[in-house]
């Protein structure tokens, strides 16, 4: 049996879509279904049951002998959150204690740490687990302070020695976009807030620069499709002599005119972008470059390669923001 936390979560969902494609074990899901969006995101799901996020320590503890694997996507994902014990609590505190219980159990822990540890990228973007390039970041929000914090508890386990689940893995999340992301509103991807518009052939606002040098939607990301990151998981999973922590990007940074124009591309609409600037809280916390190095998965042997930016996004579109059921 698979425990999964942020079950039915933006890549939560995705990852049961393709475990139930390859496998026929069952899932205990953790997750709060606070919204119809996030019910359409798992209808379609099968041999899974469903319990709250409070419930999973008490439920891994009672079914020790079920548990094959813990999968740990679920966390405060808001960017611009500002109340530091509850984010903590969850991202920090939980995700500890479900390290010590795997630990303790001897079962595998594959948990999603986060890109936004790297703040704003003048330490590079390397998934190095020592503590000396980890205490070098310098994380531009709670959210990814709580992440670092996190890879930090990490790093000294592994280092001094402690107890250590047999196989663990920190996924650094670039920037995820795809299918069953409509739940998380403005926190949701480009892709997704600009499909609308443009498939009605409206313009686009996107972010104006504020960095001299950088012009108007030259700002970088490195967007990655989201069953590229379910993949990974599915990789690790079935790969049980790999540990550690690794990026997951495509190790390309794109501009988010390139991503823009895939959209309306997709969208089948003439390309009709325009400008906005970025709102003032946000422009001294704001990444305008993210490269994945992913030369640490690599050296694993992991085997795909990563889906472009233009057949991401068509595929996205196509076959799923575009239709009347946009859910996987």
Known sequence: ??????????????????????????????DTIDSPEKQFNVDKRRN??????????TFLQANAELIEVVVHLGAETNTTASDRSAVFAVNVDLSTALWTWCAENSIPFIYASSASVYGDGTQGFNDDLSLGALNALKPLNLYGQSK??????????????SPAPPQWAGLRFFN???????????????????????AKGDA????????????????????????????????????PTVTGLFNVGTGKARTFLDLARAV?????????????????????????????????????????????????????????????????
């Not at 969902?13 to 069952?26: G, L, Q, V």
């Not at 104006?208 to 990789?235: L, M, P, Y």
């Open 264 to 328: 309306y591309t997709a969208a089948d609409q003439p390309f009709t972008i325009t400008w906005r600037d970025t709102p003032a809280h946000l422009q001294t916390h704001y990444q305008y470059f993210t490269e994945a190095n992913m030369s640490r998965l690599e050296a694993e042997g992991y085997p795909d390669a990563f889906t472009s930016l233009e057949d991401g996004v068509t595929i996205t579109i196509r076959d799923y923001l575009s239709n009347p059921n946009p859910y996987r």
């Open 176 to 198: 995820v976009y795809g299918p069953n992301e409509t739940h998380k509103g403005t926190q949701a991807s480009v892709v997704s807030q600009m499909h609308p518009i443009a």
């Open 48 to 57: 899974v049951t469903w319990f709250g996020p409070a419930d999973i320590l």
């Open 204 to 239: 686009y606002a996107l972010f104006r620069s504020h960095r001299e040098g950088i012009g108007n939607g030259k700002q970088k990301r490195d967007f990655v499709f989201v069953d590229d990151c379910t993949a990974v998981i599915r990789w690790l999973l079935e790969t």
């Open 148 to 161: 670092l914090a996190f890879d930090t508890f990490v790093s000294q386990a592994v280092f001094d020695g």
């Open 1 to 30: 049996m698979l425990a999964l936390t942020g079950a039915a979560g933006f890549i939560g969902s995705n990852f049961m879509a393709a475990w139930e494609t390859h496998e026929d074990r069952p899932i205990a899901a953790f």
